[in-house]
């Protein structure tokens, strides 16, 4: 399928499956040679994440933990007035090396709040493994040391992100169509 309709809007395929998971084998292989003998705990960010999860973590060949997490938004005081709270760390953190494994990094700024929430449970150290980054919307500065792609600043849906809850279940990924 080269282009699909979510509702409203169309989209035209630009990453295709096979793509993805090469991608998703090279940052695998990374991981693999730098954090052997770690142990790392990888915290995986639902919903969006979860089909790069599953694909990254059949390809991960260390001895390693793996939990998940969810952020809920809620209005409260903050600069945004949108609070993102993390849920579902019930894993002792405490000297862990930790993996975030996210969809996609836009601004940064969900990523800077998990790091800050993470950071609190004293781990040794917090790697970020995310499928794509748009590094033109990126305004905190991250280190982001695994990335299978990095893409423009367009709306993607596909292989687990949505448009308004649908379109999380295609195994490629599709551009809006302006
Ligand atoms: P940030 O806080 O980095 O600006 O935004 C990160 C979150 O915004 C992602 O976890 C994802 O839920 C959502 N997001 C950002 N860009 C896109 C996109 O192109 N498509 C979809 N489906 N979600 C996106």
């Known amino acids: 399928m080269d282009t699909i309709q979510i509702k409203d809007k169309r989209f035209s395929v630009s990453i295709k499956e096979q ?18 003998g770690k142990n790392p705990l990888f915290v995986s960010v639902l919903n969006g994440s979860f089909m790069f999860t599953s694909d990254l973590m059949k390809r ?13 938004s809620y209005q409260g005081l903050s600069s945004t007035g949108v609070i993102k709270e993390v849920i579902g760390i019930n894993e002792d953190l405490t000297d862990r090396t930790v993996v975030i494994v996210e969809d996609i990094v836009d601004t940064g700024l969900t990523m800077q709040r998990l790091l800050e929430t993470l950071g609190t449970r004293k781990p040794k150290e ?30 993607i849906v596909g292989y687990g992100l949505d448009y308004d809850g649908f379109g999380r279940n295609y195994p490629d990924i599709y551009t809006l169509k302006e």
């Open 19 to 36: 793509d993805i998971l090469r991608e998703v084998t090279r940052v695998a292989n990374e991981i693999n040679r730098d954090l052997a």
């Open 60 to 72: 991960i060949t260390i001895p390693c933990e793996i939990s998940f997490v969810k952020l809920a």
């Open 126 to 155: 917090i790697h970020i493994a995310s499928l794509l980054v748009k590094p033109e919307k990126l305004k905190v500065d991250l280190n982001i040391e695994y990335v299978a792609m990095n893409i423009p600043n367009d709306f």
